[in-house]
């Protein structure tokens, strides 16, 4: 299995709804990555799990909270978004925490906040 | 100078020519590089990793010179499926895989 999952493939919710992101790896990766793509835009870097333990967190804003189960899990969970936080919000994944392992991307969640 | 620099194009290219993309880097000592594409609407797909000179790989070929810190990607005989916008990604370094992405190069093969 080389891939990684993320469910759900489109999300549209309001301002004051709670809803949660998931992505599944099973490659034995040990580190896992949340980043957030605007259009025509690279993706951004958001959090960053190392060993299921958050390891970096790019100043995101609190409405985003992120939990790494296990080592195959990562969840992002969203609560009272605003609109501009509508975006592809992809998973990422790398053997390890190395700056030489390559990251390999889920096929990301499409979310529109109304 | 920008972490990761790239030309946003567009290329628009006919089949079968051969494009070629730069990516300059501002740090140093960075040891590995990525090239991935991206289709519209769709997930970063690694296309290449170069750890030294340079690498290959069918019509693909990626070079690294570090004298000019600059990486490229050479396509020959280009598909209309090779359409895409190629990102240039750069690690940070230090303890943690924060990777840095160029703005990414759009490339249109015309029939």
């Known amino acids: 299995d080389t891939e990684v999952t993320q469910t759900p493939k489109h999300l549209v919710m309001g301002m004051t709804n709670k809803k949660s992101l998931k992505c599944e790896q099973h490659m034995g990766h040990r580190a896992m990555y949340w980043y957030k793509q605007k259009a025509k835009k690279p993706p951004e870097l958001m959090f960053v799990y190392s060993y299921e333990k958050l390891s970096i967190n790019e100043s995101v804003p609190s409405r985003f909270s992120p939990e790494c189960p296990n080592s195959s899990l990562l969840n992002l969970h969203l609560h009272a978004l605003q609109p501009e936080d509508s975006a592809l919000y992809l998973c990422?994944?790398?053997?390890?925490?190395?700056?030489?392992?390559?990251?390999?991307f889920g096929p990301g969640t499409r979310l529109t906040v109304l | 100078r920008k972490e990761v620099e790239q030309d946003p194009g567009p290329f628009n290219v006919p089949e079968g020519a051969t494009v070629a993309f730069n990516c300059t880097y501002s740090?140093?000592?960075?040891?590995?590089f990525f090239w991935y594409r991206q289709d519209c609407r769709k997930e970063p797909k690694l296309l290449m990793s170069v750890y030294s000179s340079g690498n290959e790989d069918g019509r693909f070929t990626a070079q690294l010179n570090r004298a000019s810190q600059y990486i490229s990607l050479l396509i020959r005989d280009s598909k209309l499926s090779d359409s895409a916008t190629y990102l240039c990604v750069v690690p940070r370094g230090g303890a943690t895989n924060k990777l840095i992405f160029g703005t990414g190069t759009l490339l249109a093969v015309q029939p």
């Open positions: 990422a994944s790398s053997l390890t925490p190395s700056g030489d392992n390559e990251q390999f």
């Open positions: 740090n140093s000592a960075s040891q590995s």
